[in-house]
Structure formats: C-alpha cells, structure tokens
C-alpha cells in the first residue's frame, strides 16, 4: 500500500476539465463537448498505463484488490470534491475508494465521501484502506476539505458508458 501512495503522491497531475459528474459544466464551442467550469487533478490509468509508472499501479491494485473486475481504471485524485453523481460508466456494481494524505506529518482534515444508500447515508473516512462501494448505483458526493488529500478509485469501467452522470442538488430522495 505504501508503494501505492507513494506513485499516486508523485503523479503528475494535470487539469481536467472532462470529468462532468463532479462539479458545474458548460456546453464548449469544442463540438459542443460538455466541460467542468473549474479543472479538477483528477487522471485516469487504464488498460496497460501509459508509463511504467502506471503500470506498477495497475499491479499494485490488482493484487490489494482481486475481485475488483476488469477492465480495470484507476481513477486518481489531488484535492478532489466532487458534487452528488452516480459512476454511470462503471461495468461493476461495486467500486473501491482509498484516502491519504498529502503529507502524513500534516493530516487533511474533512472531505469524507458519502454515499447515499437506501438504507441511509453511509460516511467513509477512513484512511489507508480501501472502502467498497457502490459508485454505479448510489449517489454520491464529498464533503469540503482542509490540506493536501489523495484518494484512489478502483473499477470495472464500461467505455462509452450511459450520459448523464451528475444529478440534482436536490436532498435526498427527491431523485
């Protein structure tokens, strides 16, 4: 797990602006192609990688996590809050999310991820391990944080998924 965060920690991140179901979006003159109003650091590492570097952590996460399903996508995240949305893209109907911190002598405080579940909310926090959940299904959204946080996320990732994976900013069960 170590040699996982350490690869995440040195990731070098670049804006994204594709990733709609985690904040406000606008209609581009770019084909018309949706796009997030503020960029987010949050990279995706599928099939092979692109690197060696995101090989290693395909590796890694196929052995910490066997059942996860292929094909396998990392989504990685620096200082990520994502708005309420489902993982419509996800073939699985579970997901796996780990959080750590930027710099382990300086925790984050905040952002814990909740899911919306039909028995009630269920608030992940926990960091260093890995929380299964069920991103395809469930709403989902987390909450502002302080300092420098990570997290991963592990999925069997349909391509050309469903559309329309941000929902409402309304409460709960006014889906």
């Given amino acids: 797990m170590d040699e996982l965060q350490a690869l995440v920690r040195s990731h070098p991140f ?26 987010v650091l949050s ?3 599928h099939g092979k990688g692109r690197t060696k570097t995101q090989a290693r952590m395909l590796e890694l996460v196929r052995e910490l996590l066997p059942d996860v399903g ?8 620096k200082n990520v809050t994502c708005d309420r ?20 002598s300086n925790p984050y405080f905040g952002g814990e991820l909740i899911v919306q579940e039909p028995d009630g909310d269920r608030v992940l926090s926990e960091r260093n391990v890995w929380h299964r959940f069920c991103g395809r299904d469930h709403v ?9 946080k990570f997290s991963i996320v592990a999925n069997s990732q349909t391509h050309g998924g469903r559309k329309g994976a941000r929902v409402s900013s309304a409460p709960a069960g006014h889906l």
Avoid: C
């Fill in 14 to 39: 670049w804006k994204n602006h594709l990733g709609t179901n985690l904040g406000e979006s606008y209609k581009s003159q770019w084909k018309g192609k949706r796009m997030l109003v503020t960029p």
């Fill in 43 to 45: 990279n995706s590492v």
């Fill in 70 to 77: 292929e094909p396998l996508m990392l989504t990685l995240n």
């Fill in 85 to 104: 949305h489902r993982d419509n893209a996800n073939a699985s109907d579970h997901s796996y999310i780990m959080f750590f911190d930027g710099d382990p």
């Fill in 140 to 148: 989902h959204y987390n909450l502002p944080h302080n300092g420098t």
